[in-house]
């Protein structure tokens, strides 16, 4: 089975412009979950699904981010407009319904913003 | 609210040495704990967990034991291989199971 598949894996961008990251979580999986990992703050939780629905958006850091969840198949987290310090790796992860704490990670979108 | 501390790293050891990290937590009610475990370039990977107190995981020649006592899930292995270079985070789960709360990560350095 597939893992969870992030896209872009890199993606460099300037100041200003709006950044789409996607995610597809593993089927059959009823959790999804966006992280943002950075040296200064470790890994931090934004926001997160639980069959589709947005459940807890209180790490979402303000307005200029969103995320979405059209279908039990993909997500996807955007920022407009971008700035330096949205700087990160924001990861995807998803999870079955009963093994709370299991979480399956995607490979991290590494955004770089100029 | 809840929290995890970790050792702060880098943790450089010679192959075969013996490897403890230590977690401490601090939560209300009766929370899982976790570790999980980056290896460069990747996201996490669930490497062991215990649901209750005194209970022991193990996974891999790793492993941790929930002591409620002390509130701490210390990671050990008793001869790590370079293979093990990573980045190792502690983590709990909220009683309802829905939320991950993280530690800052412990980079682990293996030389030969």
């Known amino acids: 089975d597939a893992g969870v598949i992030q896209s872009p894996r890199h993606e460099v961008t300037e100041m200003g412009q709006e950044v789409t990251l996607r995610c597809k979580p593993i089927?059959?999986?009823?959790?999804l979950f966006w992280y943002r990992q950075t040296m200064m703050r470790g890994l931090e939780l934004l926001i997160y699904?639980?069959?589709?629905?947005?459940?807890?958006d209180s790490g979402m850091p303000e307005d200029r981010f969103s995320a979405k969840m059209p279908n039990a198949s993909f997500s996807t987290l955007k920022i407009q407009p971008s700035e330096p310090r949205d700087s990160a790796v924001y990861f995807c992860?998803?999870?079955?319904?009963?093994?709370?704490?299991?979480?399956?990670f995607g490979e991290g979108s590494r955004l770089t913003v100029l | 609210g809840d929290s995890v501390t970790q050792m702060e790293g880098p943790v450089t050891l010679s192959e075969e040495a013996f490897l403890t990290i230590n977690c401490t937590y601090t939560?209300?009610?009766?929370?899982?704990l976790f570790w999980y475990v980056q290896y460069p370039g990747e996201g996490l990977q669930l490497l062991l967990k215990?649901?209750?107190?005194?209970d022991k995981g193990s996974n891999k020649g790793f492993e941790a034991t929930y002591r409620k006592e002390t509130t701490s899930f210390h990671l050990e292995k008793g001869s790590v291989q370079v293979s093990d270079s990573a980045v190792y985070f502690c983590?709990?789960?909220?009683?309802?199971?829905?939320?991950?709360?993280f530690g800052g990560g412990t980079r682990l350095m293996v030389k030969p």
């Open positions: 992860a998803s999870r079955l319904a009963d093994l709370t704490g299991e979480l399956f």
């Open positions: 089927s059959g999986h009823d959790y």
């Open positions: 699904f639980n069959n589709n629905v947005p459940i807890d």
């Open positions: 939560a209300t009610g009766y929370p899982s």
């Open positions: 215990a649901t209750k107190a005194d």
């Open positions: 983590a709990l789960s909220d009683d309802a199971g829905n939320m991950l709360t």
